[in-house]
């Protein structure tokens, strides 16, 4: 099957400016908009054109392992081989490489990493407090995310690194996750938590109040005396890793909001969508982020030229029949009724688009990558996006 490309619908020059010149561009945006599929992308451009790059996708549905043809994509660091990119004739002039974060995986990185001795490693690893901790607690995937970045980041293996954010939540969690775990260090009512007695003292009340949700969750599965136990230890022996949380987070922000760093915001072109991309785009300002643009994805275009959508069926029949394909004129007119639609989806997207543009200014990059009419799930269908979104 052959895919087909078109003119691309914008011109990707201030897009290719960014993925050649930073070191990390962050694919945000609503739930299912293709921020996955944008960041491979990107990343695909930027190695094909010379760069050493790694993609670093938070996608427990797997759709960037199967797109890259690496079935084992997981916590560590791969090359996509090439042959991969021969079976599809490309030449890449970089290096493409992928890794697909696991939350859990990731914590205990961390732990390893950082914490003083073997047996504080393994007395954190047992504990109930430290399971629930890396796994399920709100915002420990976008935490996990940020610490994963400033590791790479910091041993400077890649020209860039491409990051995709998590499917779930507010698109903008993630920037927040260091900062709130760093704040959960100095929030007294962890704190006193460190020292049991005053803890069981307050047991009933206190513990009650500090209104995180995790410690209340976690509670209910444990008797009292079980729960001051298991949560002393626990914080006990993660205080150790505490102390550089509060580092590495303000380190992490500094790097995200330098110029080495681009935040690209990634909208379907429903209006609904839209409005919630450029809500992203005032919280990326205020919070002094520096903001690439705009990627607008699954935008339609028309089937056919405008005129050609009045050619009478019969006529397309005919012509389709000397082309050696078999079609009656019932079917041609509903070949012509589907294109008319297309064309109605075509201009209200373009609609959106030209919106999309006045109200954001002249400056600012809105990149369109147009609708595939197939899911995006191999290498050659990234390359079309690439193809259509950068001609
Ligand atoms: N331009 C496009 N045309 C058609 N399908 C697309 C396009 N971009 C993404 N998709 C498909 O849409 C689905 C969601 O995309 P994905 O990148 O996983 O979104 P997100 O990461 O934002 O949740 C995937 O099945 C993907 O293959
Ligand atoms: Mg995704």
Redesign the pocket.
């Known amino acids: 099957m052959t895919w087909t490309i078109g003119a691309p619908l914008t011109d990707g020059g201030k897009l290719d400016d960014i993925v050649m010149s930073r070191r990390i561009v962050v694919c945000v945006?609503s739930?299912?908009?293709?921020?996955?599929?944008t960041s491979a992308v990107l990343a695909l451009h930027a190695a094909m054109r010379g760069r050493k790059v790694l993609v670093l996708t938070i996608?427990p549905a797997r759709?960037l392992a199967n797109s890259l043809g690496v079935a084992e994509l997981d916590n560590e660091e791969r090359q996509i081989p090439i042959e991969q990119f021969d079976a599809v004739g490309l030449e890449p002039k970089g290096e493409l490489w992928a890794m697909m974060l696991d939350m859990k995986r990731s914590f205990d990185r961390l732990v390893d990493r950082y914490s003083p001795d073997a047996e504080t490693r393994q007395k954190i690893y047992d504990n109930r407090f430290y399971q629930y901790f890396s796994t399920s607690l709100a915002g420990t995937q976008e935490y996990s995310a940020m610490e994963r970045l400033h590791e790479l980041y910091e041993e400077g293996d890649y020209d860039l690194i491409v990051l995709d954010t998590p499917?779930s939540g507010h698109a903008l969690d993630f920037l927040e996750a260091p900062r709130r775990m760093a704040d959960a260090i100095e929030n007294s009512a962890l704190q006193w938590m460190y020292r049991p007695s005053l803890a069981a003292r307050k047991f009933g009340a206190g513990l009650f109040n500090i209104g995180t949700t995790y410690v209340l969750k976690t509670i209910s599965r444990f008797t009292g005396a079980e729960m001051l136990t298991e949560l002393g230890s626990f914080l006990s022996n993660f205080r150790h890793m505490f102390e550089g949380f509060r580092s590495r987070a303000r380190h992490v922000r500094e790097v995200l909001s330098s110029d080495v760093t681009s935040f690209l915001i990634?909208t379907s072109p429903d209006p609904i969508t839209v409005d919630e991309a450029r809500f992203m785009r005032r919280r990326l300002a205020e919070e002094n982020i520096p903001f690439g643009g705009f990627v607008v994805?699954?935008v339609h275009r028309p089937y056919l030229p405008r005129e050609e959508l009045e050619t009478p069926a019969s006529e397309i029949a005919e012509a389709l029949s000397s082309h050696g394909v078999a079609v009656d004129e019932v079917l041609a007119q509903k070949l012509l009724d589907n294109a008319g639609e297309f064309q109605i989806l075509a201009d209200l997207d373009a609609f959106t688009l030209e919106a999309l543009r006045e109200r954001a200014g002249s400056r600012v990059a809105i990149q369109a990558?147009?609708?595939?009419s197939r899911?995006?799930?191999s290498l050659e269908g990234l390359e079309w996006?690439r193809k259509s979104l950068f001609g």
């Open positions: 945006g739930g299912g908009v293709g921020k996955t599929t996608d759709r499917p990634v994805n699954r990558v147009p609708y595939c899911d995006i799930h996006v």
